[in-house]
């Protein structure tokens, strides 16, 4: 998991992060053969720490799978709401979550630090648990 995240980040968690995470009861992880998703959950909200798709395996549906698992399971552990924030340069990330119909909620200027030097803002964004869109 970890290599996998640091192949997708800028900087990406170690395995010790990624072991401490695992280690919390409120943390749920979702995985395929193409990568992962971690959420907390803290009923009635869930958020979305991270999601990470093999490079190699980009753009074939396996975000958007991995998202609607993530969803269910938010739900089934009692969250109303998920919750995200991703850079506001993420085209393909912001793209899927406009299409598992997330709403953005706030923005957060100048977030993300890129290895560049240069910054870009998170967009936050929200939706239900239960609505039915995840089959798109």
């Given at each position: 998991?970890?290599?996998?995240?640091?192949?997708?980040?800028?900087?990406?968690?170690?395995e010790?992060?990624?072991?401490?995470?695992?280690?919390?009861p409120?943390?749920?992880?979702?995985?395929?053969?193409?990568?992962?998703?971690?959420v907390?959950?803290?009923?009635?909200e869930?958020?979305?720490?991270?999601?990470?798709?093999?490079?190699a395996?980009?753009?074939?549906?396996?975000?958007?799978?991995?998202l609607?698992?993530?969803?269910?399971?938010?739900?089934?552990?009692?969250a109303?709401?998920?919750?995200?924030?991703?850079?506001?340069?993420?085209?393909?990330a912001?793209?899927?979550?406009?299409?598992?119909?997330?709403?953005?909620?706030?923005?957060?200027?100048?977030?993300y630090?890129?290895?560049?030097?240069?910054?870009?803002?998170?967009?936050?964004?929200?939706?239900?648990?239960?609505?039915?869109?995840?089959?798109?």
């Open positions: 998991m970890a290599r996998l995240h640091a192949a997708s980040f800028t900087r990406g968690w170690s010790a992060e990624i072991e401490t995470l695992l280690a919390k409120t943390i749920k992880c979702v995985t395929n053969e193409h990568g992962f998703a971690l907390q959950v803290i009923p009635p869930a958020e979305l720490l991270t999601i990470v798709i093999d490079p395996h980009r753009g074939q549906g396996h975000g958007h799978t991995i609607g698992q993530t969803l269910a399971a938010a739900h089934n552990a009692g109303a709401t998920l919750m995200l924030d991703v850079d506001s340069t993420n085209i393909p912001l793209a899927l979550y406009r299409r598992l119909d997330f709403t953005q909620t706030g923005q957060r200027r100048g977030y630090r890129h290895a560049d030097g240069t910054q870009s803002d998170a967009v936050l964004m929200a939706r239900p648990t239960t609505t039915p869109n995840t089959a798109r």
